[in-house]
C-alpha cells in the first residue's frame, strides 16, 4: 500500500496527511450532507463489469451542481438542471473513468504506490506554510465522517491513470511552427472592409433545368449520388409524453413538495421601475447611438426636462433609445441584484421609489432611472409557484414511468425475449423505421449513439440496451441490411435537378459579381451596388481570421483571399456560402513577426495541449463503443429522483 511506503518516508507524512483532508473537504463533505437515496454502495451502472456506485454518482452530481450555482449565482434551479442534462453529463464522465481504467489494463499501464505518494508529496495544492495541525486532529475528522486512506489513494491513482494513458495515447503529438503561427495569424490579425454580396438566391425562381440537362449531369456524376448502406431496425418507442395522463399530482404532494425545497423560492431584494436610455456608440460604423458628448448633452437635455416636472413615461416612449423599454414607457418591471450590469444596478438600488436619478453611465450609453417600487426578500407564495411546482412533479412522475418501461423492456430483453414479446409484456408496440444512413438521424430515432449501435449489430440482433431519446426511450433490433449501390435516376431526380439550377442560379451570381467589379474600379463599389440594385455593406467591427465576415459567412477560403488582400484592393469574385462578393479591405492589423517570436512557445503548448485533449477524448469514443455499459434503471430513478 502507498501508507506503508510513506510510513518509511516519514518526512512526506505531513503533506500526505494535509492532502487527505484537503481532499476531505472538497469532495466528501458535500456528499454526506446531500445524499438521500439509495444506498452508497449500490451498483447503478457498470462498464465492462466495473460498477459505479450510489455513492460516486452523488459526490459528483452534487461538486457539479454547486459549480452550475456558483456560475449561475444561485438561480439555478432543479428543473433547469434536468433541462440541461446535468444526471447524463455526470455518468458519461464516470463512465469515462471507468474507460480509462479498462484501457489502462488492457495495456499494460499502471500505478504503483510509489508513484502515488510522489504525487502527494510534490502537489503544490495541498502545502500549508509547511505547518501540521497535528494527527489527532487529522483522525478525528477522519473518523467523524468515515473517510478512508484507502479512498483517498484510489482518487490519485485514478487521476495519474488517466495522465499516463493519455500520454502513451497523445504524447506524440506536435506542433509546427508553421502551424504556431498560422494559430498566431488567427488570433491576433484583423480586417475591417466593405463588401457587395451577391446571392445566387435572387436566380433561383429565373433557371429551371430541363429533362436532357438533369440526364447529362446524374450520367456525368452518377456516383455522387451514391446511396450508401442503409439499414431498417425494428424499434420499441416509449413515449414519455403518452404517459402523462398516468402522471397525477395531489395537492397534498404539491405542498409538501413546497415546504420541502421552500429555500428555493427564496426572492432576493428587487426593485421595479424604469429608465430613459440615450446610446453611445460603440465603434465609428455603428449605425446606432451617438458619440459619448453628444449623448450625455442629449441625456442631460432630458434630465432637466425630468426635473422641470414632465411625466417620465411620456418622456421615455418620445427620447429613450431602448426600444424595447420605450414603448412601455421605459417600464423594466422589477429586477434583482445580477440582473442588470453593475452600474446600473447600483444607481437602481440606491434609489428610493419616486426618486429619479443623476445620469449614469453603462457601457449601453446614459440612462436615466426611476424606481416605483422596492420589494424586500421574501419566499414566493405557494399559490405564486403552484403551477411551476406541479409541473416539476408531474414531469418527474412521467419520467419515472418512462424509467419504468424501459427497465421491464431491458430485463425481458436481458433474459432472451425478443423485442416483440418485451413490447407486449410493456403494453406498446413494435414499428419498422424507414432505410437509416450511418449518421443519419430520422425522427423519432434522433439519437447519434442509437444509429451508431445500429451499424455495430449483426442482422436479427436486439440491442438490449434503452436509448435516449427526446421523447424518452428507444430499444431497436436489426432486421435489414441494405448494400450501397448506385442509384436509378428516378430514385435521385429531385436532387440532381436541385444541383444544376443551383449551379446555374451561382453562374449568374458570379456573372454579375464580375460585372460589378469591373464598375467598382472605375465608379467605386457603393456606386457599382447602387447601379446594379446590390447594396454596399461595412463590417461594423475588426474581424479576425476564422470570424464570420458580416453576412458573408466563414470559410478558409474566403480568409485567404481577404487577408491576403492589400489594404483599398478590391477582390475578385469569391465563391461564399449563398452566392459570390466583392470586397475591399478598408484597415488592416497585419501579422508583426516579432510579435508572433514572443509568443511562439505559448502557441506551440496552448495547440499541443488541446490537440492531445481532442485526441484522448477520440481514443475514449472508440473504448466505449467497445465496452459493454449497462445502466440499472430502477437504481438512476430512484437517486436523480
Request: hydrophobic residues 40%; contains cysteine.
Amino acid at each position: 500500500m502507498a501508507l506503508g511506503y510513506m510510513r518509511r518516508h516519514r518526512r512526506w507524512l505531513y503533506v500526505f496527511l494535509w492532502l487527505v483532508i484537503a481532499a476531505f473537504i472538497i469532495l466528501y463533505i458535500p456528499a454526506f450532507q446531500g445524499a438521500q437515496a439509495g444506498s452508497p454502495g449500490e451498483t447503478l451502472a457498470s462498464v465492462d463489469g466495473l460498477p459505479i456506485t450510489v455513492g460516486e454518482f452523488q459526490n459528483s452530481y452534487l461538486r457539479q451542481r454547486q459549480l452550475y450555482e456558483r456560475l449561475y449565482q444561485g438561480r439555478m434551479d432543479p428543473q433547469m438542471l434536468k433541462r440541461i442534462g446535468l444526471e447524463e453529463q455526470v455518468l458519461s464522465g464516470l463512465v469515462a473513468e471507468r474507460l480509462v481504467t479498462l484501457e489502462a489494463r488492457r495495456l499494460g499501464i499502471s500505478v504503483d504506490d510509489e508513484a502515488v505518494a510522489r504525487e502527494i508529496a510534490s502537489s503544490p495544492d495541498y502545502q500549508r506554510d509547511g505547518r501540521f495541525i497535528g494527527t489527532a486532529e487529522i483522525r478525528r475528522l477522519l473518523e467523524m465522517r468515515g473517510l478512508s486512506v484507502e479512498e483517498f489513494e484510489a482518487s490519485v491513482r485514478g487521476e495519474l491513470l488517466r495522465r499516463k494513458l493519455e500520454a502513451l495515447v497523445a504524447g506524440g503529438v506536435s506542433v509546427s511552427e508553421a502551424e504556431a503561427e498560422q494559430e498566431f495569424r488567427r488570433r491576433n490579425e484583423t480586417i475591417q472592409a466593405e463588401y457587395v454580396l451577391v446571392d445566387a438566391a435572387r436566380f433561383k425562381s429565373e433557371v429551371k433545368a430541363s429533362d436532357a440537362e438533369i440526364e447529362s449531369r446524374f450520367e456525368a456524376r452518377k456516383d455522387d449520388y451514391r446511396i450508401p448502406e442503409r439499414r431498417v431496425v425494428d424499434y420499441l418507442l416509449i413515449d414519455a409524453e403518452k404517459l402523462r395522463p398516468q402522471a397525477t399530482v395531489t395537492e397534498a404532494e404539491i405542498a409538501a413538495d413546497y415546504a420541502q425545497r421552500r429555500e428555493e423560492w427564496r426572492q432576493g431584494e428587487r426593485v421595479c421601475g424604469g429608465h430613459v436610455l440615450i446610446k453611445v456608440k460603440q465603434g465609428e460604423a455603428d449605425a446606432e447611438g451617438h458619440a459619448d458628448a453628444e449623448a450625455k448633452h442629449l441625456a442631460e437635455a432630458v434630465l432637466a426636462e425630468l426635473r422641470g416636472g414632465a411625466d417620465f413615461a411620456t418622456v421615455a416612449r418620445r427620447a429613450s433609445e431602448d426600444k424595447g423599454s420605450a414603448l412601455n414607457g421605459g417600464d423594466l418591471g422589477c429586477f434583482g441584484r445580477g440582473d442588470m450590469v453593475p452600474e446600473f444596478e447600483n444607481a437602481a438600488f440606491a434609489l428610493d421609489p419616486g426618486q429619479l436619478s443623476e445620469l449614469v453611465r453603462t457601457p449601453y450609453g446614459y440612462h436615466l432611472l426611476k424606481i416605483h417600487s422596492r420589494r424586500e426578500e421574501e419566499v414566493s407564495p405557494l399559490a405564486q409557484v403552484r403551477e411551476r411546482i406541479q409541473e416539476g412533479l408531474v414531469a418527474q412522475k412521467v419520467r419515472s414511468l418512462a424509467e419504468q418501461k424501459a427497465e421491464l423492456v431491458g430485463s425481458r430483453l436481458a433474459r432472451g425475449a425478443s423485442l416483440a414479446d418485451a413490447a407486449t409484456a410493456a403494453g406498446l408496440d413494435v414499428e419498422r423505421s424507414a432505410p437509416l444512413a450511418r449518421g443519419e438521424l430520422v425522427a423519432p430515432l434522433t439519437s447519434s449513439r442509437l444509429v451508431a449501435r445500429v451499424f455495430e449489430l449483426a442482422q436479427g440482433a436486439v440491442a438490449r440496451e434503452p436509448f435516449a431519446l427526446p421523447q424518452g426511450f428507444g430499444f431497436v433490433a436489426l432486421v435489414e441490411i441494405q448494400a450501397p449501390r448506385l442509384p436509378q435516376l428516378a430514385e435521385v431526380k429531385e436532387k440532381v435537378r436541385d444541383d444544376v439550377e443551383n449551379e446555374q442560379a451561382l453562374e449568374r451570381a458570379r456573372g454579375l459579381a464580375v460585372d460589378l467589379r469591373a464598375r467598382a474600379e472605375k465608379a467605386g463599389l457603393d456606386k457599382a451596388a447602387q447601379a446594379l440594385g446590390l447594396l454596399r455593406k461595412e463590417t461594423p467591427n475588426p474581424t479576425a481570421r476564422a470570424q464570420t465576415l458580416g453576412d458573408l459567412g466563414s470559410s478558409a477560403a474566403l480568409d485567404e483571399v481577404a487577408f491576403s488582400l492589400p489594404e483599398k484592393a478590391l477582390s475578385d469574385p469569391i465563391r461564399v456560402a449563398s452566392g459570390f462578393a466583392v470586397l475591399r479591405v478598408t484597415e488592416k492589423k497585419a501579422y508583426v513577426r516579432a510579435e508572433f517570436d514572443g509568443q511562439k512557445d505559448a502557441i506551440v503548448a496552448a495547440l499541443r495541449q488541446e490537440r492531445r485533449r481532442q485526441l484522448f477524448e477520440a481514443f475514449l469514443e472508440e473504448a466505449r463503443k467497445r465496452a459493454s455499459i449497462e445502466r440499472r434503471l430502477e437504481a438512476f430513478r430512484r437517486v436523480v429522483g
